[in-house]
């Protein structure tokens, strides 16, 4: 009686530990479900409820299972808005750090214009020209458009520089006044400024500096009437 006593004794201790460990494991897995979807970042024309949404994260997913790269992807389906990050806050709240990127230039393609940002991030693709007054950038080989990515194309170089002059240009609030801008020759690189001026850029080297003399001449140009004709800023003194 003894022995089978104990026995059942410790098969009711392994039952109560069992149990013990379903309720832990049980509050731990319904502990640690997303609750709370914290949206950060600059997105003026999109709430943070729409991004929300857009991430389609299901009610109790468990944040140890969260699979940030389908929400990456599902909320970058919106070709403006960029992920940063993603971040546990635990127990319960995901927190989204979202960057909407903006229009800075036109690129022609095919019958096409891809509407880009400074990276080269095709936002939208028009059968015209905008109304906003972006530039034009010719001179890519382009191999593949898709939305919300990179333009595809073997010039990757050419995507660096297109990048850094359409930044410059925008720090300096020059881009609004740059008509065209050619990379056909990246070591002969071309603009045009909307009244006419033509601006040789030459090669891809201080960029910051001959974009601040761009800055600087264009209104001496202006005040003295020479809206068209050569502004030559090869040497890149500034």
């Not at 950060?40 to 940030?68: Q, R, Y």
């Not at 990048?163 to 006044?177: F, K, M, V, Y």
């Amino acid at each position: 009686r003894r022995k089978a006593h104990s026995v059942g004794k410790t098969i009711l201790t392994v039952v109560l530990i069992i149990l013990l460990l379903a309720g832990a494991g049980y509050f731990v897995y319904a502990y640690f479900q997303v609750e709370n979807i914290k949206i950060t970042g600059t997105h003026p024309t999109f709430s943070n409820s729409d991004i929300a949404k857009l991430a389609e994260i299901e009610p109790k997913t468990h944040m140890f299972f969260v699979n940030e790269d389908e929400i990456k992807e599902r909320i970058e389906a919106e070709p403006y808005l960029e992920v940063k990050d993603i971040a546990k806050d635990y127990p319960k709240t995901l927190v989204i750090e979202v960057e909407e990127r903006t229009a800075a230039a036109v690129i022609p393609y095919a019958e096409q214009y891809l509407l880009a940002d400074v990276y080269a991030n095709v936002l939208e693709m028009l059968t015209e020209l905008p109304a906003e007054q972006y530039p034009v950038v010719t001179g890519f080989s382009i191999e593949a458009v898709n939305l919300g990515k990179q333009l595809s194309t073997q010039d990757s170089f050419k995507v660096n520089v297109y990048s850094e002059i359409l930044t410059a240009l925008q720090e300096r609030e020059l881009a609004e006044q740059i008509e065209t801008i050619d990379l056909t020759d990246i070591n002969n690189i071309k603009m045009r400024t909307r009244e006419g001026l033509d601006i040789k850029f030459g090669q891809a080297d201080k960029v910051a500096d001959k974009v601040k003399m761009i800055k600087r001449m264009i209104p001496k140009l202006a005040a003295s009437g020479d809206t068209t004709g050569t502004l030559d800023v090869t040497l890149g003194i500034s």
